[in-house]
């Protein structure tokens, strides 16, 4: 074997030996949470936690990258304090996406199984002349006020849930969990289950700041799950005032390829953090250097269409 090779062979072991070792504690089915998602299209896996899970979790990723393979529905509900002691770099990137990956897939799965509901929903009205049932009207008013719409009409609310109940591409919700939680190895992330650094003023709620100026109250939200900080991460995008432009990006990029852009969408989060513009570009940079696109084909097993299509298109 050549000398790369053998380093190569020598990582791949490596990492398949820590998420090995890490299989008492992470390899889980999905947990319940309370973000109102629909129930997920994904086959998630029951059993308990096994070696044979965590070796679900060590796949392939060039495979992914490529689109000869689907990401195994393996969800890991805690960061493995573990995560801050692999000296490889490339190793912990891997581990890092392996685990994350799965997460966001799962996320995206759940919004674009309502979205499809509502697509259909439109399609009915569009030949039905705009009648809806009661059950199809009270459905709309909790999607309502679940993403903050105040309108009241029946095709008004379905146009504007449609920009609002949508997916949040790979490359982007993995960039922005590589910022927030520094590759995993954060406080935040290892203690709360935080990837995103989202804010709360709720005491007790979160885990305080170190840093946290004098007089300042926020916390930073801590959750049961990671998969639930992935969630209540993408319900943030969808519904928050901040990130109207993003979701106004996004609606056109639908109406001109069916289609969204991680890269592109990036320039609609210059409220996430204080830095504005210096934040798109270090998103932008993060997606470039570790080709975090080409996990925007990837698909999660049991689903079979492609996570940024529209379901009806």
């Keep these: 074997m050549k000398p790369v090779r053998r380093l190569k062979a020598a990582a791949a072991v490596a990492c398949a030996g820590f998420l090995l070792s890490m299989a008492g504690q992470v390899a889980q089915a999905a947990p319940r949470d309370n973000t109102h998602n629909s129930r997920s299209p994904s086959a998630a896996l029951t059993a308990s936690a096994s070696g044979w899970e965590a070796r679900k979790l060590a796949y392939d990723l060039a495979a992914v990258r490529k689109g000869e393979a689907a990401v195994p529905a393996v969800f890991v509900s805690r960061l ?10 490339r190793t912990m990137k891997r581990t890092f996406i392996r685990i994350v ?19 259909a929903l439109q399609a009915q009205m569009d030949s039905h002349g705009g009648l809806v049932s009661a059950s199809q009207r009270e459905w709309l008013a909790e999607l309502c006020a679940d993403y903050r719409v105040e309108t009241v009409e029946p095709e008004a609310q379905v146009a504007a849930l449609l920009r609002r109940i949508d997916v949040v591409p790979p490359s982007l919700a993995l960039a922005q969990a590589v910022t927030e939680s520094g590759w995993g190895r954060s406080r935040f992330a290892l203690r709360g289950n935080a990837l995103y650094g989202q804010r709360t003023w709720s005491e007790g709620a979160g885990i305080v700041p170190h ?27 969808n519904r928050h005032p901040a990130y109207a432009d993003l979701r106004a990006q996004r609606a056109e990029q639908r109406r001109e390829s069916g289609a969204v852009d991680g890269w592109d969408l990036a320039a609609g989060l210059t409220r996430y953090a204080e830095t504005g513009e210096e934040y798109v570009m270090l998103l932008r940079g993060i997606i470039e250097a570790n080709r975090l696109q080409d996990f925007d084909d ?4 049991g689903v079979s269409t492609a996570r940024l299509e529209d379901p009806l298109s």
């Design 80 to 89: 493995p304090k573990e995560l801050r002691e692999i000296e490889d770099v």
């Design 101 to 119: 990956l799965p997460l966001i897939l799962e996320s995206n799965a759940r919004l674009l199984a309502k979205r499809g509901q509502l697509l």
């Design 211 to 237: 840093e946290r100026a004098e007089g300042e109250s926020y916390e930073v939200q801590a959750f049961r799950s990671l998969l639930q900080s992935v969630q209540v991460y993408m319900r943030n995008i």
């Design 298 to 301: 990837a698909w999660i097993e």
